[in-house]
């Protein structure tokens, strides 16, 4: 009986586990600061709070500015890689303007133009993780 409870035991155990998750890259880990601002900005009332997270998002996001994504390091991207740095920085930059309006927006405590910026920005995150992201 006890030879039978024992690789049950371990296999119940292996699937309570987790597996260790993959490594972040610089990158990723800017992207993800730069993703909490932003969830947390779109749910906060105070304007002071909301231009203190914004300016947490445009940190994340100069860094990240500088870095190189791993799908263009690799090759993947179609196109030169300096075509494919010159579409990211771009696209990189146009969401740190809007994060500077984003700031401007909650300084003035306008809360119809903070979610309307706010919501222009799942555009261009879908369009950089399309482009600059491989199919998991």
């Known amino acids: 009986m006890k030879k ?18 993959e490594e972040e890259t610089p990158l990723g880990e800017q ?10 900005m779109r749910r906060v009332d105070d304007s002071a709070e909301g231009a203190k997270l914004a300016r ?10 500088t870095m190189t994504p791993e799908l263009v390091e690799k090759g993947g991207h179609p196109g030169s890689k300096e075509a494919a740095m010159a579409s990211y ?3 990189i930059a146009r969401v740190l303007v809007t994060m500077c309006e984003i700031e401007a927006a909650f300084v003035a405590d306008d ?26």
């Open 4 to 21: 039978l409870l024992f690789p049950l035991f371990a296999l119940a155990l292996a699937t309570v586990i987790p597996a260790p998750a």
């Open 111 to 136: 809360k119809d133009k903070v979610k309307e910026l706010v919501g222009s920005l799942r555009d261009a995150k879908k369009k950089g993780h399309d482009e600059f992201m491989e199919d998991e």
């Open 56 to 65: 947490e998002a445009q940190e994340a996001i100069l860094k990240a500015f």
């Open 89 to 91: 920085r771009t696209q």
């Open 31 to 40: 992207m993800e600061a730069f993703n909490d601002a932003y969830k947390a």
